[in-house]
């Protein structure tokens, strides 16, 4: 009966998924001479731009005009779309007045009221919810968790509960919390941290919350689990992978074996550069996606180049940690309703993980936790903030997380916190840049095991280097160079320019700003 339950959330989920059509399937000649003949110079705009027409009459008008001598493809488009716009983009702020009444502000300027957009690519919701900032137009899930921190310490619990309620909803429509509620991220996920959302929202409201979005968590664990019961050894299915002793773990994966529709033009010239079949690249490109990381040597198997990238083969020790809270926190939900047989079931399968994550993500020789090659049969050999991750959820052994908290002190602190990755291959998650949610990762892992010098050191690194930035440009930024100071500091790489706004930088700042006041001597 269980097993037919989850068939049937999974048949759903694809069949509600397959009902929505993307701005690629919807104009499908259209969109890749738009694309590929760089109408936009971002290749997020045109998917995101609203139709002055319906699908159908556009297209009409395109196969009408294509092979007229006088035909110009970009004044066809502004014809026919209109272009998005971020808010950010024309939102300015006075430094003197402080980091708080900044964002106080955004939080109106990032914030969106239920969609009622029709015929575009975004997925309606229908509560209000935060979006990140700049071209990204629409709420993120893993982005969201760090947001929510910012919207407790300006008592915004509301804001949170919308948010928490529309993810919610997701799971019910679609099956999974998409990468955001855009039609083209429907074929995958992000990190899954709708469960610390959750955990989150407790806090405010109850222990009942626990059992109010309890039938969510269970539908996103079965979207990550799906298949998992009749892998063999040396299988792996979507998410979930069958290693050599019958332990189940899990990978990040896209349904999707085609480019990504908001960076088309990208994967198709890189998958040029790369040996693998096409729809392995790209399927391997989607998946370091939905891991948020996109793009680090992190998913590189020579740890230089993007066209070596082999996602779908590791087992992220991050991905991992996140399911064995996830599972912990549906136990949560059972006890809490009074059925402990359930609950046991669920705290079962959080320490199988756990001994799983240090069965093959730990790496005594290296004194860290990496991921682990499940093809190769090896633990990768590259380093990366990641490994905080077991710290931040308690998975450590006390001997682990002090070698780790070493590692991390020589190899891992910067000027302005914790690098990312220790190579610099350009591209955005690999040094010299830092990003808010590792950096709180890694400090509130390294508070749980008591590690509490180093984790003020790179709070206060963190903290100086966001509020440098914001003295002198009136803004708080995606992410930051956290290897120099004394300027803005902004960081490079990657598919597009830095972006302001930004949510979860918002979000981590004034989290840390609570823990640590004494850190920032100015106008808060």
């Not at 009902?19 to 290749?43: H, N, S």
């Not at 994967?267 to 948020?292: H, M, T």
Request: net charge positive.
């Amino acid at each position: 009966m269980k097993k037919l339950l989850l068939l049937w959330l999974s048949l759903y989920a694809y069949a509600a998924g397959a009902q929505v059509k993307t701005p690629a399937q919807l104009y499908p000649e259209l969109f890749k001479r738009v694309q590929m003949e760089r109408v936009y110079a971002d290749g997020k705009t045109f998917p995101d731009a609203v139709p002055l027409a319906d699908a159908a009459q556009i297209n009409k008008d395109y196969e009408a005009q294509k092979n007229q001598p006088a035909f110009d493809l970009a004044a066809f488009v502004k014809s026919h779309f209109q272009e998005p716009v971020a808010n950010t983009d024309v939102f300015k702020s006075d430094p003197s007045k402080g980091i708080k009444k900044h964002i106080d502000t955004l939080w109106t300027v990032l914030q969106r009221h239920p969609d009622t957009a029709k015929g575009t690519s975004l997925l309606a919701l229908p509560n209000p919810y935060i979006v990140p900032g700049g071209r990204f137009r629409e709420v993120y899930y893993w982005d969201s968790y760090f947001t929510m921190l910012g919207l407790q310490q300006a008592g915004k619990i509301k804001v949170i509960e919308d948010m928490v309620d529309n993810f919610a909803w997701l799971i019910d429509n679609y099956g999974h919390i998409p990468n955001g509620n855009r039609s083209y991220y429907l074929t995958r996920s992000q990190p899954p941290f709708f469960a610390m959302m959750v955990k989150l929202l407790a806090e405010a409201k109850g222990k009942d919350v626990y059992i109010k979005y309890r039938p969510q968590l269970v539908k996103e664990y079965a979207f990550w689990m799906e298949g998992a019961n009749g892998l063999k050894a040396g299988e792996a299915h979507r998410h979930v992978v069958k290693l050599a002793d019958g332990t189940v773990m899990n990978r990040y994966w896209d349904d999707s074996d085609q480019p990504r529709e908001e960076s088309y033009r990208e994967d198709v010239l890189e998958a040029e550069k790369s040996r693998q079949p096409k729809a392995q690249f790209y399927r391997n490109i989607r998946a370091a996606a939905e891991s948020g990381w996109d793009f680090s040597s992190r998913w590189f198997a020579d740890g230089k180049n993007l066209h070596s990238i082999q996602t779908v083969n590791l087992v992220p020790v991050d991905l991992n940690s996140l399911l064995y809270n996830l599972e912990q926190v549906i136990a949560r939900g059972y006890r809490e309703d009074g059925n402990a047989e359930q609950a046991e079931v669920y705290s079962a399968k959080a320490q199988k993980r756990s001994r799983a994550i240090t069965k093959y993500c730990w790496d005594a020789k290296q004194g860290f936790y990496v991921d682990y090659n499940w093809k190769t049969k090896t633990r990768s050999t590259q380093l990366t903030i990641a490994a905080a991750f077991p710290l931040f959820f308690n998975l450590a052994a006390d001997a682990q997380a002090r070698q780790l908290s070493a590692k991390i002190k020589n190899r891992f602190l910067q000027t302005g916190g914790v690098s990312t990755t220790l190579k610099n291959t350009g591209q955005q998650w690999d040094r010299p840049n830092g990003w808010a949610p590792l950096q709180y990762i890694t400090i509130i892992g390294l508070r749980n095991y008591k590690q509490t010098t180093l984790a003020k050191t790179i709070a206060t690194g963190w903290i100086k280097q966001n509020t440098t930035a914001f003295k002198q440009t009136g803004k708080l930024l995606e992410k930051y160079n956290i290897e120099l100071k004394g300027n803005a500091a902004k960081a490079g790489g990657g598919e597009y320019p830095l972006q302001d706004g930004f949510g979860w930088t918002n979000g981590v700042l004034l989290k840390l700003l609570r823990i640590y006041p004494q850190t920032y001597q100015g106008t808060l």
